[in-house]
T-cell receptor, first 113, second 114 residues
Framework: SQQGEEDPQALSIQEGENATMNCSYKTSINNLQWYRQNSGRGLVHLILIRSNEREKHSGRLRVTLDTSKKSSSLLITASRAADTASYFCATENSGGSNYKLTFGKGTLLTVNP | GAGVSQSPSNKVTEKGKDVELRCDPISGHTALYWYRQSLGQGLEFLIYFQGNSAPDKSGLPSDRFSAERTGGSVSTLTIQRTQQEDSAVYLC????????????FGPGTRLTVL
């Protein structure tokens, strides 16, 4: 079953606006990661947040993690047309092998110029 | 090379034929992963290699799927007697392994089974 579930499934915004994507998961995790995918090919790792962290920043990206609600959000500020891509959250679950990532189905973000 | 490379980038085959997909991980990365992504879906874990340890094959969907990693570097994913439902993008990733860091993905191989 899917561990990470992103919402919305699709998001369309204007350049300059902020984009927020959410991810919910079911089991305890070691960390949660966000990836970006262009045109259905290779994924690019964006940011990793550990289970004992609540917020992390990287450039225009801001990730929050609420382990009590088993949810995370990815905020992209001042979006650009080049941010158009699919965004996936992935969880590394605790209690088992700490290497396997479980991916959600992703949010397709479209940033209109 | 600087990143993970995969070949071929596209593969079209007929149902029942065998295919081999290749992955060259980043030099020095001890962990290597194979995933499968069907159209509009997330990634499905297939198999994981870590150093000289026995691989975790728990994600392989059937015994038609197998993978090996030679010399701790290059990996080959083999699909025997391909079926139409095997059509997907097959993604390889590598990481330093044993450390909680992100995975580095290759561009994928798009497999189409006619």
């Amino acid at each position: 079953s899917q561990q990470g579930e992103e919402d919305p499934q699709a998001l369309s915004i204007q350049e300059g606006e902020n984009a927020t994507m959410n991810c919910s998961y079911k089991t305890s995790i070691n960390n949660l990661q966000w990836y970006r995918q262009n045109s259905g090919r290779g994924l690019v790792h964006l940011i990793l947040i550990r289970s004992n962290e609540r917020e992390k920043h990287s450039g225009r990206l801001r990730v929050t993690l609420d382990t009590s609600k088993k949810s995370s959000s990815l905020l992209i500020t001042a979006s650009r047309a080049a941010d158009t891509a699919s965004y996936f959250c992935a969880t590394e679950n605790s209690g088992g092998s700490n290497y396997k990532l479980t991916f959600g189905k992703g949010t397709l973000l479209t940033v209109n110029p | 090379g600087a990143g993970v490379s995969q070949s071929p980038s596209n593969k079209v085959t007929e149902k029942g034929k065998d295919v081999e997909l290749r992955c060259d991980p980043i030099s020095g990365h001890t962990a290597l992963y194979w995933y499968r992504q069907s159209l509009g879906q997330g990634l499905e874990f297939l198999i994981y290699f870590q150093g000289n340890s026995a691989p975790d094959k728990s994600g392989l969907p059937s015994d038609r799927f197998s993978a090996e990693r030679t010399g701790g570097s290059v990996s080959t994913l083999t699909i025997q007697r391909t079926q139409q439902e095997d059509s997907a993008v097959y993604l390889c990733a590598s990481s330093l392994g044993g450390v909680t860091v992100g995975q580095f993905f290759g561009p994928g191989t798009r497999l189409t089974v006619l």
